[in-house]
T-cell receptor
Framework: DAGVIQSPRHEVTEMGQEVTLRCKPI?????LFWYRQTMMRGLELLIY????????DSGMPEDRFSAKMPNASFSTLKIQPSEPRDSAVYFC?????????????FGEGSWLTVV | GQQLNQSPQSMFIQEGEDVSMNCTSS?????WLWYKQDPGEGPVLLIA?????ELTSNGRLTAQFGITRKDSFLNISASIPSDVGIYFC??????????FGSGTKLNVKP
């Protein structure tokens, strides 16, 4: 089975530019998460969706960040305008409640550098 | 808010040695998950624990869901160089929210 697919894997952009990160969750999963990872702060939850609806966006740093999930197989995280302090690895993850329990699976990450 | 305390932060061990790391919380969790992250990659699920007291193995890895539901440990037996990486614990609470530990960085000397 295909895992969580993210693109781009790496992006270098100039300060002030718009950045769009993309995610395809595992088919059948009804939860989708966006995390940011930095050395200083570790893994931070930015936002998560359930059945394409945003449930908790309290982790989104500021208005420059926005996320959408137009359908069950696609989500975007947008940063506009980008700033150097946004440089981090952004992970998309998905999960589904099964008879056993709930397990979260990560994509390989989008490595963002803002210069 | 809820926090997961993961320890140790880092470990330097000799190949062949056993390793133990743990996560504790002041709140109870319904699920404990353990991940490994290699450089340049995303966290990969190693073991999932769904019941208090559950002990689960995956090859040389063994993890347990603490009876109090507030802790979990991961053991690696007979470590090898490819065990190098960062290990994360994660807990799922009653509100269906995941929390992650800060990671244990494992270094294995051949």
């Amino acid at each position: 089975d295909a895992g969580v697919i993210q693109s781009p894997r790496h992006e270098v952009t100039e300060m002030g530019q718009e950045v769009t990160l993309r995610c395809k969750p595992i088919s059948g999963h009804d939860y989708l998460f966006w995390y940011r990872q930095t050395m200083m702060r570790g893994l931070e939850l930015l936002i998560y969706f359930n059945n394409n609806v945003p449930i908790d966006d309290s982790g989104m740093p500021e208005d420059r960040f926005s996320a959408k999930m137009p359908n069950a197989s696609f989500s975007t995280l947008k940063i506009q305008p980008s700033e150097p302090r946004d440089s981090a690895v952004y992970f998309c993850a998905s999960s589904s409640r099964t008879a056993s329990g709930n397990t979260i699976y990560f994509g390989e990450g989008s490595w963002l550098t803002v210069v | 808010g809820q926090q997961l305390n993961q320890s140790p932060q880092s470990m330097f061990i000799q190949e062949g040695e056993d390793v133990s790391m743990n996560c504790t919380s002041s709140s109870i969790f319904n699920t404990w998950l353990w991940y490994k992250q290699d450089p340049g990659e995303g966290p990969v699920l190693l073991i999932a624990l769904y019941k208090a007291g559950e002990l689960t193995s995956n090859g040389r890895l063994t993890a347990q869901f603490g009876i109090t539901r507030k802790d979990s440990f991961l053991n690696i037996s007979a470590s090898i160089p490819s065990d190098v990486g960062i290990y994360f614990c994660a807990g799922l609470n009653n509100f269906n929210k995941f929390y992650f530990g800060s990671g244990t960085k494992l270094n294995v000397k051949p």
